[in-house]
């Protein structure tokens, strides 16, 4: 149970609930509804126009930032009245890019009917809760300040960052965090929530790595013995490589794509395997990363009974971490403690979410030295699935939240 709320912050949450049938709810709606696909970028930019017009309608200033290639929408900085451009300041960070092309047809906002098994609390559609849900609470927690408190808006320090490219790695607008991280105190990711309404402290880091094995290619009847079998070779390396899974410290690795050969009676010259690694720390990361490339530089290291032949292979290591773990740290322990506070008083569990296997925006901000916390959206379930949902009820209780936050937690981390 929760403390008691103060008359300020009472009067923020009856301004939540005054607001959210008539406006809040139909503007999330409409956000729902515009598609956004990360690869669509007119159709990512007409969602994220919808956002502009709200935070404009505010008082926040709008800098675009755009994609050098031009292949993804203008990322977006709202930035509030009191914040010049060199200061530092408070961070809310979310995406409009999400993971449904046009061409799924799962295109549609739909609510839950009253008499259903959620009684009406439930809302389906593309990106409801990855994370349209969570850019609405950003939203609509600055709009009620905006109403209810505007004298403590004017003179907040914080900026509102909302990216168009997370769902692919965040290629783009990582350049973006990294030219801002200097000038953010601490950010607030809001990705969906998590069971329990527990607060994301530390997600594991992730890397992309692709062994290439070059052999010799011959007639597999004519010619066997002079061919190099590279898919034979690849395969004696993937034990190595799966071997560096370590559970206890976080670390997973995963050769999910095998690609080799070019026809059934011709010895393979070429062979190659994409791997997916996570880790929990850098530490792991460098481990990895390390243990990998040894594989490369001495494929057959400690191995017994390979063909001398297959020892003239040559064995390539391609990839990057594209995104570094975010560690649990005495700062964002800080920070969830006090957004906390206001998260129980409006009826919100509280706790700290265990260690997570997905990244997020907020692995690139840890990575950049910014202290952060995560999944503080709406609560729901199968995120990237046609079966998405999110709880109005969450909705609501997060908006209050972060409005409450805003008028004094920000000031308390000082």
């Known amino acids: 149970m929760g403390r008691s709320l103060n008359s300020l912050e009472q009067s923020l949450c009856e301004a939540v609930d005054a607001q959210f049938d008539e406006e809040h709810l139909p503007w999330f709606r409409r956000l729902v509804n515009q598609p956004s696909h990360t690869g669509a970028r007119e159709d990512v930019e007409a969602a994220a126009s919808i ?22 929408a203008d990322h977006r900085v709202f930035s509030s009245p009191a914040i010049d451009d060199g200061e530092r300041g408070f961070a809310l960070v979310g995406h409009v890019d999400t993971v449904f092309p046009r061409s799924t047809g799962f295109l549609e906002f739909r609510r839950d009917p009253p008499d259903s098994e959620s009684g009406g609390d439930v809302v389906r559609g593309p990106g409801v809760l990855d994370m349209k849900s969570g850019l609405s609470v950003i939203v609509f927690a600055l709009t009620t300040v905006q109403r209810v408190a505007p004298e403590i808006f004017e003179r907040l320090k914080l900026r509102f960052f909302m990216n168009t490219d997370e769902e692919v790695g965040s290629p783009t607008s990582n350049a973006m965090f990294k030219e801002m991280a200097p000038k953010i105190s601490q950010a607030m990711v809001f990705e ?14 992730s890397a992309t790595f692709t062994l290439h094995v070059t052999g010799r290619a011959s007639h597999a009847g004519n010619d066997h ?23 206890a410290s976080g670390t997973s690795l995963n050769v999910g794509l095998i690609e ?28 990895v990363v390390a243990a990998l490339n040894e594989i490369a530089e001495q494929p057959f290291e400690r191995m017994d009974n390979v063909p001398d032949h297959l020892r003239k292979a040559t064995v390539k290591l391609e990839g990057r971490v594209s995104r570094p773990p975010m560690e649990a740290s005495a700062e964002n322990q800080g920070l ?13 569990k509280v706790g700290e979410a265990p260690l997570q296997g997905g990244g ?33 009820s ?21």
């Open 394 to 414: 969450s909705l609501r209780k997060r908006t209050k939240a972060l409005a409450c936050f805003l008028v004094e937690g920000i000031d308390r981390l000082q």
């Open 51 to 72: 956002v502009d017009a709200q935070m404009q309608s505010i008082g926040m200033c709008r800098t675009l930032v755009e994609d050098p290639d031009g292949d993804f």
């Open 260 to 287: 080799g050969g070019s026809a059934k009676n011709t010895v393979p010259e070429s062979a190659s395997c994409v791997i997916d690694a996570r880790f929990g720390t850098m530490a792991s990361a460098d481990k």
């Open 360 to 392: 997020s925006d907020a692995n690139l901000l840890a990575g950049f030295g910014v202290s952060a916390v995560d999944g503080l959206g709406p609560y729901g379930k199968f995120f990237h699935s046609p079966k998405e949902w999110s709880s109005l």
């Open 336 to 348: 969830r403690e006090v957004y906390e506070d206001y998260a129980g008083a409006v009826g919100l």
């Open 192 to 205: 969906c929530g998590r069971d329990e309404d527990r607060i994301i402290t530390s997600r594991r880091g």
């Open 225 to 247: 013995a002079s061919g190099l079998n590279a898919i034979h070779v690849l395969a004696l390396l993937i034990p190595r490589v799966e071997a560096l899974t370590d559970y």
